[in-house]
């Protein structure tokens, strides 16, 4: 049985999906990244880390992205993230390691928002 819409259910979803979002006007803006990646033998690791802050009339709204990847063809790999977030800033951390007979490959980025400061390392 065919599902209908009604006509006033159809101009409903016209006039919400056809609404304009503004972005907000920032009064100051900043970004920040860094990554690292090494690689041995038959292993390798890397770790990226980014940030964005924009201050506006209301406050200052932030994002912050880590990650991380480990490859060994015949050994051991792991990588981890962690973020934390309390009312005073952001902070990311991503590590990565790989270990194959004595061989490895080691990554680590950290990231933070904290107030006006962007730092990533």
Do not use: W, Y
Not at 47 to 72: K, R, V
């Amino acid at each position: 049985m065919p599902k209908m819409i009604s006509i006033a259910g159809l101009v409903f979803l016209v006039s919400v999906f056809t609404t304009p979002v503004l972005a907000q006007d920032c009064n100051a803006a900043g970004t920040v990244g860094s990554g690292g990646s090494a690689a041995a033998g038959g292993t390798s690791a890397s770790t990226l880390g980014t940030a964005g802050a924009c201050q506006t009339n209301d406050g200052t709204s932030a994002s912050i992205a880590s990650g991380g990847s480990a490859a060994t063809g015949d050994g051991n790999a792991k990588s981890r993230t962690k973020v934390n977030e309390n009312p005073n800033q952001l902070r990311a951390q991503s590590k990565a390691q790989a270990v194959d007979q004595g061989t490895f490959s080691k990554s680590q980025t950290k990231t933070r928002v904290k107030g006006d400061e962007l730092q990533s390392t």
